[in-house]
């Protein structure tokens, strides 16, 4: 933690990307960073899947026990527009908060390059304001229809940066409703808690004010504004969004302070940017009477562990002194000296 009592203001926008289109989204990503700098934003938080946007309505051809071909496609379609880490997107992103001078987080789909390349993960980027990439965090949890399309991160990113701007780390929509989940962002001294969202029913604001009373930290939830006329025409599956409403995601973005008042928002049925200067004094002053990891627990009653190890579905191992030829020949040298 620099400093405790840093003032300055944060941004959270509600926006639509171009669906489906991973560079117009980055580039709809990059003005909207630049806009909310220019309102006096330090810090900026972008919604869930902003890059290249939340496939909400799809069912990508799954039913149990078979699968279609324009499923494949539409999947097909968001892989190719999904964010590589690192990659393009990342560069771009990292040079506007360089450019702005703000610290950024930013809700992607992001596609594994490490392993099978095959998977997808809804991710958030944070990012400094110099434009490096502090860190990625993975939605542990996937709900509902997600868990079609999306794997599940690990303990490895469920990590609090400690930044300029104070300590600052988030989960993704109803990863939200895990409380411990909670409790290992709250344990890690978090101040500025981000919450973007593909929920946009009233309760959401409820879920983000409780956060805010529980953590004693500032909360920022951000949602997208979709209606179905910003779907592409083409997009394999459209049709499935006939019997839906016109709009799909009404937002209701919003910040909240460390002691559950909403400073800003909740924002509904239109694009825009909330802002809200935080005095990170509050949460000082708020953990008088409530520290859920210090003072007001019971670890003689209650204890949460955490697996921070990154879970890899695929470990190599050299072994000491060489590969493992090498380490073969070795032990028959060993059994041979043994036998004389």
């Known amino acids: 933690?620099?400093?405790?009592?840093?003032?300055?203001?944060?941004?959270?926008?509600?926006?639509a990307p171009a669906l489906f289109d991973g560079k117009a989204s980055t580039a709809q990503a990059v003005r909207l960073i630049g806009e909310a700098a220019a309102g006096g934003a330090r810090l900026v938080l972008l919604p869930e899947a902003f890059v290249p946007g939340y496939p909400r309505g799809m069912s990508f051809g799954m039913r149990v026990g078979s699968r279609n071909a324009a499923g494949r496609l539409l999947w097909q379609t968001?892989?190719?527009?999904?964010?590589?880490?690192?990659?393009?997107?990342?560069?771009?992103?990292?040079?506007?908060?360089?450019?702005?001078?703000?610290?950024?987080?930013?809700?992607?789909?992001?596609?594994?390059?490490?392993?099978?390349?095959?998977?997808?993960?809804?991710?958030l980027l944070h990012f400094g304001a110099d434009g490096?990439?502090?860190g990625v965090h993975r939605k542990l949890k996937p709900t509902g229809a997600e868990r079609l399309v999306w794997g599940e991160g690990d303990g490895?990113?469920?990590?609090v940066h400690d930044t300029p701007l104070g300590r600052i780390g988030g989960l993704v929509c109803w990863e939200n409703y895990m409380p411990l989940a909670r409790m290992a962002l709250y344990a890690q001294g978090i101040q500025?808690?981000?919450a973007p969202t593909a929920d946009a029913r009233d309760t959401w604001v409820a879920t983000l004010r409780h956060i805010a009373c529980e953590g004693r930290c500032f909360v920022l939830g951000a949602n997208?504004?979709?209606?179905?006329?910003?779907?592409?025409?083409?997009?394999?599956?459209?049709?499935?969004l006939g019997g839906q409403p016109e709009t799909l995601c009404r937002g209701g973005s919003a910040i909240v302070s460390p002691m559950g008042e909403v400073l800003a928002g909740p924002l509904w049925d239109q694009a825009g940017i909330l802002f809200a200067d935080l005095d990170l004094g509050e949460v000082v002053r708020g953990k008088l009477d409530f520290d859920v990891a210090g003072h007001y627990?019971?670890?003689?009653?209650?204890?949460?562990?955490?697996?921070?190890?990154?879970?890899?579905?695929?470990v190599r191992r050299r072994a000491r002194g060489g590969d493992t030829s090498g380490a073969a020949a070795a032990s028959n040298r060993k059994t041979a000296r043994r036998r004389t």
């Open 1 to 15: 933690m620099r400093d405790a009592f840093i003032r300055y203001r944060a941004a959270v926008v509600q926006a």
């Open 78 to 123: 968001c892989w190719d527009n999904a964010v590589t880490v690192p990659g393009p997107a990342v560069e771009a992103l990292g040079a506007a908060c360089r450019a702005a001078g703000v610290q950024a987080a930013v809700g992607v789909v992001e596609r594994d390059g490490a392993f099978g390349r095959g998977t997808l993960y809804c991710s």
């Open 132 to 134: 490096r990439l502090l």
């Open 156 to 159: 490895s990113t469920l990590v």
């Open 192 to 194: 500025v808690y981000l």
């Open 224 to 240: 997208q504004f979709v209606t179905k006329t910003m779907y592409p025409p083409g997009l394999p599956g459209l049709e499935e």
């Open 297 to 314: 627990a019971r670890p003689d009653v209650f204890q949460l562990r955490v697996n921070t190890r990154p879970n890899l579905p695929v």
